[in-house]
């Protein structure tokens, strides 16, 4: 069964202390990992795509990786503003948004 | 920079009733998406609509129907509300197929039904 499972469920950090969030997928056939934010009361906001085992990229404080079974979120000396849930979902061979399969997110507290 | 709208974004119905969630887009997507968000879950894809005129059933179609009005505006309607359909609903819309995944939400639409 396809699935994608994020950990920890949550995490409350110290403001500047660095840690990551985990996505793993069990999917067949992945075309694109998506991470999102989604602040209290609002939708998801788009973070970045990965589309292939090695590939990163970067936003502010924000790097997201990829291997074949897992995604990760880097968060480097976060800030208060940071907190938020953190979204992840899997894209599955090309095909329409009826296969793309959201994680149930990590809630992100980061205190001053 | 409305991007997606939603409306409404509160709403309290009665076992039984009816109602329609409104979605209209301004970025010219071509698909438009409802979800649904519950405590603990993720998001799970109600029904899409991959062009104007064109509808496909999601994980959870039971309850729901839905309307592609035009390229804008895609509307959810629950028929025979249910407590079960009790959640927060989400508009998204994407600009093509092949990059599907990077959807762009609405504010999202908090339903209870008692």
């Known amino acids: 069964e396809d699935q994608v499972t994020q950990s920890p469920e949550a995490l409350r950090l110290q403001e500047g202390e660095s840690s990551s969030l985990n996505c793993s997928y069990t999917v067949s056939g992945l075309r694109g990992l998506f991470w999102y934010r989604q602040d209290p009361g609002k939708g998801p906001e788009f973070l970045f795509t990965l589309y292939s085992a090695g590939e990163e990229k970067e936003k502010e404080r924000l790097k997201a990786t990829l291997t074949k079974k897992e995604s990760f979120l880097h968060i480097t000396a976060p800030k208060p503003e940071d907190s938020a849930t953190y979204l992840c979902?899997?894209?599955?061979?090309?095909?329409?948004?009826?296969?793309?399969?959201f994680g149930s997110g990590t809630r992100l507290s980061i205190r001053p | 920079n409305a991007g997606v709208t939603q409306t409404p974004k509160f709403q309290v119905l009665k076992t039984g009733q009816s109602m329609t969630l409104q979605c209209a887009q301004d970025?010219?997507?071509?698909?438009m998406y409802w979800y649904r968000q519950d405590p603990g879950m993720g998001l799970r894809l109600i029904y899409y609509s991959a062009s104007e005129g064109t509808t496909d059933k999601g994980e959870v179609p039971n309850g729901y129907n839905v309307s592609r009005l035009n390229k804008r505006e895609f509307s959810l309607r629950l028929e025979s509300a249910a407590p079960s359909q009790t959640s927060v609903y989400f508009c998204a819309s994407s600009p093509d197929r092949v990059n599907a995944g990077e959807l762009f939400f609405g504010e999202g639409s908090r339903l209870t039904v008692l």
């Open positions: 979902a899997a894209r599955l061979f090309y095909s329409s948004a009826s296969k793309i399969i």
């Open positions: 970025m010219n997507h071509n698909s």
